[in-house]
């Protein structure tokens, strides 16, 4: 009876030692990562029982293993026979019962947890996410603005409609703790409710080819405020690219132009584009042209034709290779610079 009194504080204190240090290790309540969304919250809260489950039965098993291992090894020079021992019907029944009786709570616990999980809030925002070897974009179509960051205002459920564009990808935010495989030929839904501000990160977690590893995007969680207006810049911006000057303005940054070309009249490598259209414009030869189109396209695809006075000769911009219609664009983007 001694034994048994002794195994069972044994068992009891390695038990909770062995929970601490899971949790310590950051592997029961406070899971490494954080816990950033509402939806994370039941999965920790089960995952927890578990651990504390986990750590019990750790402890049931090994403690009276290495407790007989060494109060019951035998003893020098004793070579009698063990204790024959025929089985125990009403322990059989308590192994039997008490672990089933576990289960099914268990069950009752996990379909909570996953109810919890896929509560759908009838006005969370719709986002669709296109999933491609190997990137991720993100298509507001409320706004009608495409990203390749994930923006999230905070407190707010959004259901992601998830669509692949060759292969098996999967959708997994470790701090949202909620995964989703992504299949071609169909939409999957992914439900979230972000519940801490910051920077995570999404990553594939189907292996998706060989830049698989690769394959991750920004997740970024505001204020609803700051949401709102990262919406209205990328609506701006979608807005603007639509034009001509708007594409001409975007292939102007693509091509770094602006490191030469000042858009507010101060001097620097090359002349400023600023009031540069329609402009009269002193050549080094001494003549005077007006910048117009057939100026202006020849300055950027053979900088060295006319050297503008004041500016080195030859000309230190290199020559530049755009079609007809990107050199209109960025015409009429110089045209706004008034
Ligand atoms: Cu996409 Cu792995």
């Known amino acids: 009876m001694v034994h048994f009194v002794i195994v069972g504080i044994l068992v009891l ?6 929970y601490v240090g899971l949790d310590m290790a950051g592997i029961a309540r406070h899971m490494n990562p954080v816990s950033a969304s509402a939806q994370s919250v039941s999965i920790d809260w089960l995952w927890n029982w578990e651990v504390i489950t986990i750590s019990f039965l750790f402890a049931l098993i090994v403690v009276p293993m290495v407790y007989s291992l060494i109060v ?6 004793d070579n009698t026979d063990a204790e024959h021992v025929e089985g125990n019907t009403a322990l059989e029944i308590t192994w039997t019962v008490v672990p089933l009786f576990i289960v099914v ?3 009752y616990m996990g379909a909570y947890s996953l109810g919890e999980t896929l509560r759908v809030d ?3 925002t719709v986002i669709k996410v296109r999933a491609q070897q190997f990137s991720w974009t993100f298509e507001y ?4 603005i495409v990203s390749t960051e994930l923006h999230l205002p905070i407190d707010q459920q959004v259901v992601l409609k998830m669509e692949s564009t060759d292969v098996i990808h999967s959708f997994w935010v470790p701090e949202f703790r909620v995964k989703q495989d992504i299949v071609p030929g169909r939409v999957t839904e992914y439900r979230i409710t972000p519940i801490l501000e910051g920077n995570y990160k999404v990553r594939c977690s189907e292996l998706c080819g060989t830049s698989h590893a690769y394959m991750e995007a ?5 204020t609803e405020a700051e949401y709102n207006a990262w919406i209205a810049e990328q609506v701006a911006i979608a807005a603007a690219s639509q034009t001509p000057e708007g594409q001409g303005q975007i292939l102007t940054v ?8 000042s858009l507010d009249g101060s001097a620097m490598t090359g002349p400023t584009w600023l009031g540069l259209y329609g402009s009269d414009v002193e050549l080094d030869n001494g003549s005077t042209v007006v910048a117009d189109d057939a100026f202006i396209k020849q300055s950027i695809l053979e900088p060295n034709a006319t ?16 079609t007809d219609e990107e050199v209109a664009n960025i015409i009429a983007y110089i045209k706004t610079l008034k």
């Open 307 to 322: 050297i503008v006075s004041g500016f080195p000769s030859p000309s230190v911009m290199p020559p530049y290779t755009f």
């Open 72 to 77: 019951f090894r035998r003893k020098q020079g």
């Open 141 to 144: 179509p409320e706004y009608g």
């Open 254 to 261: 693509k091509n770094g132009c602006a490191g030469c070309h």
């Open 105 to 107: 709570i268990f069950a």
């Open 218 to 222: 920004g997740v970024i969680v505001t």
């Open 13 to 18: 204190v390695t038990a909770i030692l062995t």
């Open 122 to 124: 009838p006005n969370a």
